[in-house]
Structures are given as structure tokens and as C-alpha cells.
């Protein structure tokens, strides 16, 4: 079975040129079949308040009204995504940058919380995997944002661990998948301040538990339920920690066993 990787960096590295450009140098080496997720919240958020928006967020998920939308489409789908395409395309990698709208791709429908109105927030319905496939395999390196639709016209921003996640997922059926969390922390920490502080595996029970000490919180707490949600569905392996350690199997990091 091919194996495929899928990688999701996040807004610090983005935010960063030196790491960006060392991450984008370290995946132009990854052989066979890969795709590359990013979001860019930190960039979107600048942007905002620039033109007077105050962001919100709750429990690591961004509100996103109709001018917050607007930011996040230009922002993720057109300054993030474009510049990755082209720096890829610099490394002789045939990148080409999608939202989920392109060629149905990614189909999510609107958020429909009890209590939150998260306002133009998908949550992925299904993926295109037939097309996301035949990408893949005409040598094509995906770089996806964090923009989806939900095929009635509307565009929604969608928490860009969770697109990782289920492409992953959707990938799986027919590769043998490695999904990647690329920040700017060496993984996850027992103690937010202390990079050192690495716990280098982490089953459903041990989360559970630092969740309940809210030992992790934020935004770490989609991205693990991200992973679980992931190893339960097919996917193979599942790694967190900086983008170092797509330089060495060595390097400190947190997998993530079931």
C-alpha cells in the first residue's frame, strides 16, 4: 500500500519566515505522496484588528462572522495559501493550493451548536478522496486551507486541525497514512512553560486526565480529539511537535497511541 503524509503547520511557523522556510525546505524532501495543511489564525487576527474587528474565540474554535469570514478567505485561501504554493514551487514540488470548495473537495455544513452561535464555522460533512486520490497520485502536493464550503454557495471556516484529521481519514481507505502536527512547541507538555517537558506518548486515558487538571486546554484539546478521532479511523501514525522532526526520527516529539 502507498503511503501518503499528511501534514498540518500551524500560525506560529507561519507567522515565522526563518521557520517557514525551513519547515517548506524540509517538506520538499518528503518522498512519495504528501499534503500539507495550514491555518494562519495569528495572521487572520493582525488582519482583523486592523480593520477594526475584535476576534473571539472559545475552547481553541474561532467565531467567525460575515466580516471575519471575509478576512479568513482572503487571508488563508489567498496570502497563506498562494505564498506556500509558491515557495513549494521553488523547491521543484507541484504544489497547488485548494479550499474545500475546489473541486468539492472538502464539504462541510454550518455549525449547529446548542448554546454557541460559532456564526460561518464548518464542521466537514465528507471528502472528495476519488479526486483528493487521483491528485495524489498525478504527482500533485495539495496545499489546503482552512476555507471549506457546504456545497449550497457558502464558504466556512473550518478549524484547520480538524481538515488534517479528515483527510487523514478519507485517505486512509486507500493509503497507508502518516498524519503530522507540525507548531512551535516540541509536542505536547506536561508543563506549557517548559519546552523540555515532552510527553512522547499519550493514550485517550492519560488525556483524559491532564484534560480533567487542565494540564492541556486551548487549542491543544481539538487537535487531540483530532488525533484520537483519527487513530480510531483508519490512520496509521500520529505525531506532534515542532517541524524538526520531519528532519529525524530522533528528535523529541508526542505520538499518539490509542
Known amino acids: 500500500m502507498k503511503k501518503v503524509t499528511v501534514i498540518k503547520i500551524g500560525g506560529n511557523i507561519i507567522d515565522n519566515p526563518t521557520e517557514l522556510e525551513q519547515f517548506l525546505t524540509d ?4 518522498e512519495g505522496y504528501k499534503v500539507v495543511v495550514h491555518g494562519g489564525g495569528k ?26 469570514l471575509d478576512v479568513a478567505v482572503m487571508i488563508y485561501a489567498g496570502q497563506i495559501n498562494k505564498y506556500i504554493v ?14 474545500g470548495a475546489d473541486g468539492n473537495l ?55 486541525d480538524t481538515i488534517a484529521s479528515e483527510l487523514a481519514i478519507a485517505l486512509a481507505e486507500v493509503f497507508d497514512v502518516t498524519l503530522t502536527y507540525c507548531f512551535e512547541k516540541q509536542g505536547v507538555l506536561l ?15 492519560l488525556y483524559a486526565k491532564l484534560k480533567a487538571e487542565e494540564v492541556i486546554h486551548s ?11 483519527s487513530l480510531s479511523r483508519g ?9 524538526r522532526m520531519l528532519q529525524s526520527p530522533d528528535v523529541l516529539h508526542t505520538t499518539i497511541i490509542l
Open 27 to 30: 517538506f520538499s524532501k518528503i
Open 43 to 68: 495572521s487572520a487576527t493582525k488582519m482583523a484588528q486592523s480593520i477594526g474587528l475584535v476576534p473571539q474565540m472559545i475552547e481553541g474554535r474561532r467565531i467567525t462572522d460575515a466580516p471575519m
Open 86 to 99: 509558491a515557495q513549494l514551487q521553488a523547491k521543484d514540488n507541484n504544489a497547488i493550493g485548494f479550499s
Open 106 to 160: 472538502i464539504q462541510s455544513e454550518k455549525r449547529n451548536h446548542p448554546t454557541i452561535d460559532y456564526g460561518f464555522v464548518g464542521d466537514v460533512k465528507q471528502v472528495n478522496t476519488i479526486l483528493l486520490a487521483t491528485l495524489l497520485q498525478s504527482g500533485i502536493v495539495p496545499v489546503f486551507c482552512a476555507i471549506t464550503h457546504d456545497k449550497k454557495g457558502q464558504l466556512l471556516n473550518t478549524n484547520a
Open 191 to 205: 508543563d506549557s512553560e517548559d519546552d523540555t517537558s515532552v510527553i512522547t506518548e499519550i493514550n485517550e486515558a
Open 219 to 229: 487549542g491543544m484539546i481539538p487537535k487531540l480529539d483530532n488525533c484520537f478521532n
Open 235 to 243: 490512520v496509521q501514525k500520529i505525531k506532534i511537535g515542532h517541524h
